[in-house]
């Protein structure tokens, strides 16, 4: 069958798919932005935490992720089949790129900047918030835009754990030996990649200081 | 512009008594030693001495960016580790030869920093804002609304020193400030920074290994050496101490005909 006729008479079901793919890859994305962000401000100023925080997150990034969906199943309430297991997978992989870029843009600031901020009285809060984070959030959106393609590639293999996703297409027509039906899932999800990138690209753009 | 601290004066000085600073708090191998002296309120004390020699670190004592490892420094009658450091430094107006400008705030919102933290009405603080640029030598209505980067650099420094100025400090900290400018504008700012520092009254501490900006702008020189005082003396007196640092600060002025030290 040929792809195109395939697409035209499955044109709902890839439609919902595709939505459904985007919804997992956007809750995913908030709560990985909800806990990487404020664990970068975090660490600034701490060490220890940091070593950890920087570890774990590097250590969920190496599991491959079809093992981690894997292990996640049968963990009590975090786990089992289905959409809230997979944005568990999802999150901790999408922390790495998210607080590694969050701790790297805090801290590579011009010192000559911390030292003015510093000696002009403002506290580390407000060198934190005021000085700090606007001059990291370039770096920290290119944390986001890394972290939101990895997590819509791998969010096709929610798929293999019932999540639902362009990846039902893709796992389906490697059961069929179906070009037709995998690329129904591949190339939504290759497009939403893209268009990802392109968009926080353009805003990663603006938010630059020079 | 006048001063509104005129009951402070009394209190806007600064002294070392015996101080020794090494890393992490040690006492061996210490970056500045035994270092004992007092500036007066309304001085401008030059910190001279070639790079390495403890100048930047004497100065970082007085607004408690570093603690000493033993002595004390006394600012404004309070020795600085009994102050809330910010407190003591929304206090001290701070320069430093990169400038330091915010990059994302414009020219009026670096300026209006400490007077934001200070709460200020906004009427106040752009008039404040206004009035300093003018000061400075910048038209407010041209350059209130740029961005650091818009700037040349000798018109960063002049900002720096605006935003050093603003809520009115008593004392003035200045590390090399204009040691990054060409020559000429160099020239420019120390002529007008030497005009201004005398009519606002401050008291000022200014690093520098320019013999030539020190004469132009002390009141009072110290010529550190490997963390010591080695000379202590005024404009008119510090060429004629005998010490062979002085000597070798001399000489490096010798090749300019017309040298007007």
């Known amino acids: 069958m040929s792809p195109w006729i395939f697409f035209l ?26 806990i990487a962000v404020p664990l970068g401000m975090l660490i600034v100023h701490r060490r220890t935490l940091r070593n950890i925080a920087l570890t774990l997150a590097s250590i969920f990034q190496t599991i491959p992720s079809l093992a981690l969906f894997g292990f996640l199943i049968p963990i009590p309430f975090i786990g089992g089949i289905g959409r809230r297991t997979a944005i568990v997978a999802l999150v901790l992989y999408a922390l790495l790129p998210i607080l590694r870029n969050t701790y790297v843009g805090l801290t590579g600031i011009d010192p000559a ?24 959030r370039a770096v920290i959106l290119a944390g986001i835009r890394t972290a939101t393609i990895i997590t819509i590639g791998v969010a096709t293999i929610a798929a293999a754990i019932g999540a639902g996703g362009l990846g039902t297409f893709i796992f389906r027509g490697v059961a069929m030996v179906s070009d037709a039906v995998i690329l129904a899932g591949a190339i939504p999800a290759a497009l939403l990649a893209i268009a990802a990138d392109l968009l926080l690209g353009l805003l990663e753009r603006r938010l630059k200081i020079t | 512009m006048k001063s509104k601290t005129g009951a402070g004066i009394e209190q806007s000085t600064i002294h070392f008594e015996d101080v020794t600073y090494g890393f992490n708090g040690t006492v061996n191998q210490p970056i500045v030693a035994e270092i004992g002296f007092s500036v007066a309120a309304g001085q401008t004390l030059v910190l001279l001495g070639r790079s390495g020699s403890g100048k930047t670190t004497l100065l970082r004592l007085i607004n408690r960016l570093l603690v000493p490892s033993s002595g004390q420094v006394v600012v404004r009658g309070r020795i600085t580790t009994d102050w809330d450091p910010i407190q003591l430094r929304r206090g001290i107006g701070y320069v430093i030869q990169d400038a330091g400008l915010f990059p994302h705030f414009t020219v009026a919102e670096n300026i209006a920093l400490v007077p934001s933290l200070e709460k200020w009405e906004s009427a106040r ?5 206004d009035e300093l640029l003018t000061l400075v030598g910048l038209e407010p209505a041209q350059y209130r609304s740029r961005r650091p980067r818009e700037l040349s650099g000798g018109q960063r420094q002049r900002v720096g020193v605006a935003r050093a100025l603003a809520a009115d400090p008593p004392i003035l900290l200045m590390d090399e400030p204009f040691g990054a400018l060409d020559p000429v504008t160099r020239a420019e700012l ?10 606002l009254g401050k008291t000022i501490v200014f690093v520098t290994h320019d013999l030539r900006e020190a004469l132009l702008l002390a009141s009072r020189i110290i010529l550190l050496e490997k963390g010591r005082i080695v000379a202590d003396a005024t404009p008119q007196d510090f060429p004629g101490v005998d010490h062979p640092e002085v000597r070798a600060f001399i000489a490096s002025l010798m090749p300019l005909p017309g040298a007007n030290a």
């Open chain 2, 125 to 129: 603080t752009a008039a404040r804002v």
């Open chain 1, 9 to 34: 008479e499955h044109r709902a079901e890839i439609l919902e798919a595709t939505a459904n793919h985007l919804t997992l890859v956007l809750i995913s994305m908030a709560i990985a932005i909800a």
């Open chain 2, 190 to 199: 120390q002529h007008e920074f030497s005009a201004l520092a005398r009519r």
């Open chain 1, 113 to 136: 900047v911390l030292e003015a901020a510093e000696a002009m009285g403002m506290t580390e809060s407000q060198i934190l918030l005021r000085v700090r984070l606007p001059l990291a």
